[in-house]
């Protein structure tokens, strides 16, 4: 399996982490990714995540999916 890296800029800090995965289309809509959250599918910085709404800011680094995205702030 290829795990895909992509950096993401954030245009709001912080935005919750279910938003990310769908504006990044790693989900197709709010509601799965809150349920991929809450099975546990989803990391923050290498520890699974199961808030829904965890504030991610610059710096961060969430996996999903085989892809992980690498957080940045837009300035």
Known sequence: MTQTTTSVILT????ELY???????LSSSGAEAKIAIADGLVKVN????LQKRKKIVAGDVVEFAETILNI????
């Open 12 to 15: 709001q800090s912080p935005t």
């Open 19 to 25: 938003k990310i995965l769908k504006f990044e289309g």
């Open 46 to 49: 290498g520890v699974v995540e």
């Open 72 to 75: 940045r702030c837009e300035n």
